[in-house]
């Protein structure tokens, strides 16, 4: 609608979208079995497991990396420091998908990172409120 690209905007869209792509990747890493012998090609089926959970933790670190950028070049420290209220969530959900065999176990760590997801998006915005 303007023509441009707002910086900001691009940065919030990457962090919030590595988490809602998570939610993605977790669901084909819990059914790659299923999806193998009935013909799907997610990333988890053409790539293999150890890549599927390599694609997990990336997507669940990339957010609070990217959040640097809030603190330079935006000068706005508040939405790189009200997102680590999810860091420790995420950090959980990486080590069990690093750890557990896909499968039905993986819905709860589905949960969890709906979890990180709102917590994320709930401790940006109470960090628009730190100066």
Same mark, same amino acid.
């Given at each position: 609608?303007?023509?441009?690209?707002?910086?900001?905007?691009?940065?919030? %869209?990457?962090?919030?979208?590595?988490?809602?792509?998570?939610?993605?990747?977790?669901?084909?890493?819990?059914?790659?079995?299923?999806?193998?012998?009935?013909?799907?090609?997610?990333?988890?089926?053409?790539?293999?497991?150890?890549?599927?959970?390599?694609?997990?933790?990336?997507?669940?670190?990339?957010?609070?990396?990217?959040?640097?950028?809030?603190?330079?070049?935006?000068?706005?420290?508040?939405?790189?420091?009200?997102?680590?209220?999810?860091?420790?969530?995420?950090?959980?959900?990486?080590?069990?998908?690093?750890?557990?065999?896909?499968?039905?176990?993986?819905?709860?760590?589905?949960?969890?990172? %709906?979890?990180?997801?709102?917590?994320?998006?709930?401790?940006?915005?109470?960090?628009?409120?730190?100066?």
């Amino acid at each position: 609608q303007t023509g441009r690209w707002d910086p900001a905007a691009v940065l919030l %869209g990457l962090q919030i979208g590595a988490l809602s792509t998570a939610l993605i990747a977790i669901n084909n890493l819990r059914d790659v079995a299923e999806d193998a012998t009935t013909g799907k090609r997610t990333l988890a089926v053409r790539f293999g497991v150890a890549w599927a959970r390599g694609e997990v933790a990336a997507l669940l670190w990339l957010p609070f990396i990217l959040g640097i950028l809030w603190m330079w070049p935006f000068g706005l420290p508040g939405f790189a420091i009200g997102p680590v209220l999810a860091w420790p969530l995420a950090r959980s959900v990486a080590a069990r998908v690093r750890s557990e065999d896909p499968g039905p176990g993986h819905n709860f760590l589905l949960a969890k990172t %709906g979890l990180v997801l709102l917590t994320f998006a709930a401790g940006f915005h109470i960090g628009s409120f730190i100066k």
